[in-house]
């Protein structure tokens, strides 16, 4: 059972009024739980056919759905392929405002542990630059396991501060989510530790912190560019007040109608000094509707000059590109994706064309981690393997999800299959779990050794 600080009850009491019995009830009721279909790597009706779970559609979200506890998907292989990300309901609601279009330059600021940028790829298909950042490190490693395993192949994994990220992406970005660090009031049914760790002193902090972030954000914003803030915390502070003075300080920027308005609650201007176009922010209360509580706004920035930052152009040695050009050949049945080559240390990867001069960043992910260039020799990444299909290789090997071939897999062992020498591309349903290498019809096991299962 949850137990709410008294201080938050009353503050809450004091906000919703009539209300507010309904609101603290909420907190008796079970969270909702809900996943997101992949789409860069099956469609929604493909993955419906397929998948053994009791789903329900969720109103906001188009790939989202509500699952049942005992359907338990995080344990089901079609999770480790990468078919679906487990999201909470509300957090859907965030991505499709900003709807990235296939091209476009796309930065998730505070994006660990990657369901938003897993969301926002999915607009992309795989075109345009999507930069993940997450300034604390450890949750930058979670996040760039989620962006392999969902098979994001135009996207950047950064660990950074703001303020140095400015510095290098200046007016560049086209689409900017700012899901900000916060108390997380609306999350206090999912993480109780949360509601353990409230205060006030917290709540003003946080606030403080957003405003830093969001001042960041904007000098990376494009003139025309599109800006969304969330948080998942109901404290005016952090929501309507800190929008009304970051707004007031920015009268370039404009609030825009949020998508999907009518299925949640409008912004309150009573508390944020009476600014009228606060009603155009949305709240998800979690006594409205099935997910827990959140809070978004849609902002553009007016038109003006954009600046152009110096271009990132690595050299790297040939024999490296012909290395891997090697192994596309006698492997793959060609590798059509553009870029440019960077080599740190022996790994090889590719990266968007265009971007600024990131050397100066610390990077999880620079882009496209192709793998590894050893003596005389190539050998492919995990993250290679996540993103390609069957027709895309000369050589692979399907299994029914419940083949104890799947299992044996997955632990690192080696498997006895009929297929020619070389890479094997080893998949369930035809979705990628993995490489293997193919020597006298047995397959060598190349599944990383951090994600086997015991």
Known sequence: MIVLPQLFVKR???????????????????????????TLKISVDDFLSAA????????????????????????????TAGLYYIQEPSAMAIAPALAPSRGERVLDLCAAPGGKTTHLA????????????????SRAKILAENVERLGLRNTIVLNETPAKLASVFTG??????VDAPCSGEGMFRKDPQACEEWTLENVAYCAFRQQDILEEAVKMLRPGGKLVYSTCTFAPEENEL???????????????PFPNADLFSPGEPKWG???????????????RLQGE???????????????????????????????FQSFVHYNLQGFPWNGQWLLQGNHLYLLPADLPDIKSLKWVRP?????????????????????????????HVSLSPDDPDIRRYLRGESLSVEASDGWTLVCADQFPLGWGKSVQHTIKNHYPKGLRIP
């Open 122 to 137: 999915s607009y992309m298909q795989g075109h345009g630059v999507l930069v993940a950042n997450e300034f604390s490190a």
């Open 242 to 256: 800190m929008l009304d003075k970051f707004l007031h300080q920015h009268p370039e920027l404009t609030i825009l």
């Open 273 to 287: 000094n009476s600014r009228e176009e606060l009603r155009l922010a949305v709240r998800l209360w979690p006594h």
């Open 367 to 395: 882009g496209l981690d192709l793998g590894e260039v050893k003596k005389k020799r190539f050998e492919p990444s995990h993250t290679l393997a996540m993103i390609l299909r069957p027709a895309d290789v000369l050589r």
């Open 12 to 38: 809450m009491t004091d906000f919703l009024g009539e209300e507010a019995d309904l609101f603290l009830q909420s907190y008796e009721h079970p969270k909702t739980f809900g996943l997101r279909v992949n």
């Open 293 to 323: 509580g959140h809070f978004s706004v849609l902002m553009e920035k007016a038109d003006g000059p954009e600046p152009r930052p110096s271009r990132f152009q690595p050299k790297v040695p040939t024999e490296a590109i012909a290395l």
């Open 172 to 177: 560049w970005f086209d689409r900017i989510l």
């Open 52 to 79: 053994p779970f009791h789903l329900k559609p969720i109103p906001w979200a188009a790939t989202g759905f509500y699952y049942e506890e005992q359907d338990t998907p995080g344990k089901h292989v079609y999770h």
